[in-house]
């Protein structure tokens, strides 16, 4: 039998919070690709945040997110976007600031990207980690993020979820090494119900004890040993992924 041990976990800390996330994963060719980074970061991403209530923009590289296989279920409907190369988040004070300002580019830019896929979320709760001092300011995140995007297998799980999040691994980052924090969200639109957003000052960080962090208790590790498994992840998640803009200092 599980023994409970309780966490005290914040809800949202801080002020004037970026409550709501918009996510686009894609692929893009090598073929011109320069010309795309340089619209992108010199002039929609700046534009974008001209936008009343967009607070902040990132753009990252995925890179291999060392998940031993077997450990992560992933969707099996092929009618869901695959795209895994790149990873565009826009931060706003809510969900609706996306309504209000639709996010537009140029139908060059739809044709160049592919295999897309977006979705909204709005924030549940979030944690600060060891290294939440660190941040680059009040809104850039972090050089280096993992963001997972799933769905669990029955609806009547997610309070399993919900328990899991609260009392288990939001409550490990906390004393994480090398963890801003992390930041937990439910789906507005898009196919993933959940979504999770952990922040590392660096991939070395994030690979170093990210990976092994249930191990330091044996009730927690069983308890992510059953329960990771048993959710459906969207195509290629976690990613795990390298800021590329704002440029890294």
């Known amino acids: ?21 918009r996510v686009v994963w894609y692929d893009l060719p090598k073929a011109g690709s320069e010309n795309y980074f340089a619209w992108l970061h010199g002039e929609h991403l700046p534009a974008v945040l001209k936008a009343p209530g967009c607070l902040w923009a990132a753009h990252y590289a ?26 565009l988040i826009v931060g706003a004070e809510d969900a609706h600031v996306f309504a209000h300002h639709p996010i537009v580019e140029p139908p060059g830019t739809k ?13 549940e709760a979030r944690v600060d980690g060891p290294s939440a001092t660190r941040r680059e300011g009040p809104w850039t995140p972090a050089p280096c993020i993992q963001i997972g995007s799933f769905s669990a297998e029955n609806y009547a799980d997610d309070e399993g979820v919900l328990d899991w999040y609260v009392h288990n691994r939001m409550a490990a980052m906390r004393n ?4 801003l924090g992390v930041r937990k969200y439910v789906s507005v639109t898009g196919w993933a119900k959940h979504g999770v957003l952990y922040e590392f000052e660096s991939l070395a960080l994030r690979n170093e004890h990210f990976m092994r962090h249930a191990n330091a208790n044996a009730d927690n590790k069983a308890w992510s040993d059953k329960l990771v498994p048993s959710l459906i992840h969207a195509p290629g998640s976690p990613n795990v992924a390298c800021r590329l803009w704002p440029p890294v200092a």
């Open 1 to 21: 039998m599980r023994k409970w041990v309780f966490h005290r976990v914040i809800l949202h800390e801080g002020k004037n919070l970026d409550r709501a996330i």
């Open 62 to 87: 995925c890179v291999d997110n060392q998940v031993p296989p077997g450990r992560v279920r992933h969707v099996s409907d092929v009618s869901i976007p695959a795209g895994n190369d790149f990873v």
């Open 111 to 123: 044709a160049l990207r592919s295999s897309e896929r977006t979705q909204i979320f709005t924030e």
């Open 176 to 179: 994480l090494p090398g963890c």
